[in-house]
Structures are given as structure tokens and as C-alpha cells.
């Protein structure tokens, strides 16, 4: 019992400790290193379970998942020397341990800052290659491209894959942009005037043919009018002309009493007359003549 426990487990314990300075294990999601005294011996290790000498390898892991840069937003100027708030991101991983180990010494922040100077650099070349009008609107989509190959392979120097580079967000600094609202405030306010200006000359001329056309409808319509109105009149006069030849007398009795009518309308009209005028001439006999002394005397 003695040697049990002052040889035997001494050695166990020992040994389990050297198995387990022996063995080792990397997950899918990591990337590894094997040293020996401080040098690399092998950087191509699957996901699994090794071994090591204790004592003289050591293992180093890294994060092999893909990696976010979110860039703080930095001001780029144009080649029109305009400032431009650029927001953007890069996304990378590891794709050589080896040479991301010697390059940046497996520091995430450092292969963080190293791209933070790549990809500063590649905006500063790019955008100082083009208008404010052309970054926002139509080369957008090219600049990210362009980045994305160069970043890509300033990067490999440093061991990293670089998987996508993203434009977020691009604006204007307060001052400039108030500048620009303001320039297309007022070119909005002369465009929505000369299109006021064309509508209300539209209006004025549509005005206008409808006053020109309504004038020459009234006109030929009283044109119309008045030849039927001469038409109907002359009809008229003919037929009156007509009826008075076959009955002279009774015509001109008939606008007799219509002259006695319209004379006689108030009782109190006074007409000094004398008894023999035209006026009164059938108040007398029959034949449309005023009657004489004798023929009244006769009668009485």
C-alpha cells in the first residue's frame, strides 16, 4: 500500500496530466496553429481531435466565422471638392491562419485597423475620381465592385478573405445639405412657376377659342334668325296682303277698332277731334265714311 500510494499514483496523475497537455481539439468553426518552441510546424489542421508534444508544441485558435467591420462614418472628398459622409461595413474571415498570424499576430483589432486603412484608402481614390452626382446616383453600385476586388486583394497579404463591402449610407455634411435643399427648393419653385405660366397661357387660349367660337355661333345663329324672322315676315306680309285685296273694308274697319282700343284703354283719355276726321269714320254709316247731318238728322 505504501508504494501505491507514494510510486503508482504519482505516476498516474502525472501521466494524466501529460495526456492531457497531449491532446488537443479544433471545432468546425475554428481555425488553428500547432508551435514548436515558438515556431510553426503546421497550420493545415482539420476540425478534430490531436496531439502534441506537451510542454514543447502549443496550440493557438482562431475564430474561422465570418467576421463584421462596421467602419465609423468618414468624410471622402469629391472630385468637385465636395465633402461626403460615407457609412460603410466590411465583411471578411480568415483565410490563411499562417500568414494572418505573422501579418497582424492573430489580433482581430488589428486586422480590424488594417482594413479600416485599405479600405479608407480605396474611397478616398474612388471617390475623389467622381461627382457628388455620380456617387449618388448612377456609379454607386460600381464603386462598391471596385472596393471590393481591391480591398480583396490588399487583403490576402494579411492572411483575410474579404467576402463583401457594402456602401450603407452616403449624405451630404448639415451645411452643404442645407445649401443644396435650398438650391432645389427654388428650382422646384421656378419649375412648378413656369409650368403655372403654360397652363394659365393654355387656359387664356382655350379661353379665347371658346369666346371666338361662341361669337360666331351667336352670330350666324342671329344670321339664322333674322333671315327666317324676314322669311316669316314676308310670308306673313303676303298673306295679309292676300286677305286685305278679297276684303279691303272689313280690314280697315278691323284696324280701326284696334286703334279705338288701344285709344280708349283710360277713362279719363280726352281726344279733341272733329266729328268729320279720318279717325272717326265708322261712327258713321256703313260704308267707312263719317256720317253727314242730313243722314244723322234722318235717324233721330
Known amino acids: 500500500m505504501q508504494i501505491l500510494k507514494t510510486v503508482v499514483l504519482p505516476v498516474v496523475a502525472v501521466a494524466l496530466v501529460l495526456g492531457l497537455f497531449s491532446v488537443y481539439t479544433v471545432s468546425e468553426k475554428e481555425v488553428a496553429l500547432k508551435f514548436r518552441l515558438g515556431e510553426i510546424v503546421a497550420s493545415d489542421i482539420e476540425p478534430g481531435l490531436h496531439f502534441?508534444?506537451?510542454?514543447?508544441?502549443?496550440?493557438?485558435?482562431?475564430?474561422?466565422?465570418?467576421?463584421?467591420?462596421?467602419?465609423?462614418?468618414?468624410?471622402?472628398?469629391?472630385?468637385?471638392?465636395?465633402?461626403?459622409?460615407?457609412?460603410?461595413?466590411?465583411?471578411?474571415?480568415?483565410?490563411?491562419?499562417?500568414?494572418?498570424?505573422?501579418?497582424?499576430?492573430?489580433?482581430?483589432?488589428?486586422?480590424?485597423?488594417?482594413?479600416?486603412?485599405?479600405?479608407?484608402?480605396?474611397?478616398?481614390?474612388?471617390?475623389?475620381?467622381?461627382?457628388?452626382?455620380?456617387?449618388?446616383?448612377?456609379?454607386?453600385?460600381?464603386?462598391?465592385?471596385?472596393?471590393?476586388?481591391?480591398?480583396?486583394?490588399?487583403?490576402?497579404?494579411?492572411?483575410?478573405?474579404?467576402?463583401?463591402?457594402?456602401?450603407?449610407?452616403?449624405?451630404l455634411p448639415e451645411e452643404v445639405?442645407?445649401?443644396?435643399?435650398?438650391?432645389?427648393?427654388?428650382?422646384?419653385?421656378?419649375?412648378?412657376?413656369?409650368?403655372?405660366?403654360?397652363?394659365d397661357e393654355a387656359a387664356e387660349r382655350i379661353r379665347s377659342e371658346a369666346e371666338r367660337r361662341r361669337t360666331v355661333m351667336l352670330a350666324e345663329a342671329y344670321r339664322e334668325s333674322q333671315a327666317l324672322r324676314g322669311e316669316g315676315d314676308a310670308q306673313a306680309a303676303a298673306i295679309y296682303s292676300g286677305a286685305y285685296d278679297q276684303e279691303p273694308e272689313f280690314f280697315a274697319f278691323q284696324r280701326s277698332l284696334r286703334a279705338y282700343r288701344q285709344a280708349f284703354q283710360d277713362e279719363e283719355d280726352i281726344f279733341v277731334l272733329s266729328p268729320s276726321s279720318d279717325f272717326f269714320r265708322f261712327f258713321g254709316g256703313g260704308s267707312g265714311l263719317p256720317a253727314t247731318s242730313t243722314e244723322q238728322g234722318g235717324e233721330q
Open 177 to 199: 445639405a442645407n445649401s443644396i435643399y435650398e438650391r432645389m427648393a427654388a428650382e422646384r419653385e421656378r419649375v412648378a412657376r413656369e409650368i403655372r405660366a403654360e397652363g
Open 52 to 171: 502534441k508534444t506537451p510542454f514543447i508544441n502549443n496550440v493557438r485558435k482562431f475564430d474561422a466565422r465570418v467576421q463584421n467591420l462596421d467602419e465609423s462614418p468618414q468624410r471622402f472628398l469629391t472630385s468637385e471638392k465636395k465633402n461626403l459622409i460615407v457609412d460603410s461595413f466590411v465583411k471578411w474571415r480568415i483565410a490563411d491562419a499562417e500568414r494572418f498570424y505573422t501579418s497582424v499576430a492573430g489580433s482581430v483589432e488589428r486586422a480590424n485597423q488594417r482594413l479600416r486603412e485599405i479600405i479608407r484608402d480605396g474611397f478616398r481614390a474612388e471617390f475623389g475620381k467622381r461627382t457628388v452626382r455620380d456617387i449618388v446616383s448612377g456609379e454607386r453600385v460600381e464603386i462598391m465592385d471596385i472596393l471590393r476586388e481591391s480591398t480583396a486583394k490588399a487583403a490576402e497579404t494579411l492572411g483575410l478573405e474579404v467576402i463583401d463591402v457594402r456602401l450603407k449610407r452616403i449624405d
